[in-house]
């Protein structure tokens, strides 16, 4: 009987080993896939981490949500990033919609505390999930998308993205705009190894949803699909398996694209932010 089921098992790994490397990219979830679901039930559950709920509500969004950066109020702009439970005027909510709004202020607030040191210009908003991305045996394959309204007037810098928590690298980029109609989807192994998707999107200012699909592939490495409204754009291999991100929606300014941003307010809206993954048992 030992015998018979070690023949058993060993058939089922390599009918379920086969089957995952003939799908399609994003496609390898059991939901999506019959066949696939068939196969593997036995072994791969797909989970959802984090629902399109998440900004039903303050009490929801708290949650499953931070203010601010993991690492605090500033980074690499000119925007020094406002929020909590009690301060909604750069983060707040309605209708299941997330809203990051950046305000041009007129008075000296110093430097930005990161690299570059940037002057402060601007008072804006940034969120990232407690959920956490880490691709690993358990879990090879992920998926992160949401819809957004993002600005593209020059000196804007809306983003969606995961990034280091031990270190910096790695970083995905899922949605980058830098002051204009070009997204930018980025795969950062190192400061100098970067691989890039540029895409110009048709009125950034209108719903698109941004989306990555992530899977392990190796000990080391994971292949990064980026999609915008759900069409492919391209894959970046990276080595970041076994490193945990942060996701992040965020509202910069300045910086990267370039200066001399709008002196009224600008918006960064947000919704159906979801993240799921396939758990190996």
Known sequence: MKA?????????????????KQAAPGDLKPKDDATLKKVTA?????ETVLDNSSFASYTAFEAAWNYLYPWGSDHNGTA??????????????????LTLKAARINWNEGNSSSDPYLPIHYHSGAVHAKAQVLVNDQFPDWEVKGDFQAPSVGGSWPA????????????SDILEF??????????????????SILTNVSSPGNWHNYRVWITKVSATDVNI????DGVWKGMHVANFVGKPMYIII????????????????????????YVGRNRVS
């Not at 036995?42 to 797909?46: E, G, H, L, N, Q």
């Not at 301060?87 to 707040?92: G, M």
């Not at 204009?180 to 989807?185: G, L, V």
């Not at 509202?251 to 159906?272: F, H, I, R, V, W």
């Open 250 to 273: 965020n509202l910069q300014m300045e910086g990267s694209s370039g200066g001399n941003g709008p002196s009224g307010d600008t918006y960064y809206n947000a919704k159906n932010i």
């Open 225 to 228: 699909h980026y999609y915008i």
């Open 80 to 97: 020094r990033m406002y929020g909590s439970t009690s301060d909604h005027n750069h983060i707040y909510l309605n209708s299941g919609v």
């Open 4 to 20: 018979c089921m070690k023949i058993l098992l060993a058939l089922t790994c390599a009918v379920t080993l086969s089957c995952r």
């Open 42 to 46: 036995a072994t791969v559950t797909w």
């Open 160 to 171: 969606f993205w995961l990034t280091g928590v031990n270190s910096w690298p790695p970083e």
């Open 178 to 195: 830098k002051g204009n109609a070009t997204n930018w989807q980025n795969t950062f192994r190192t400061w100098q190894d970067v691989s």
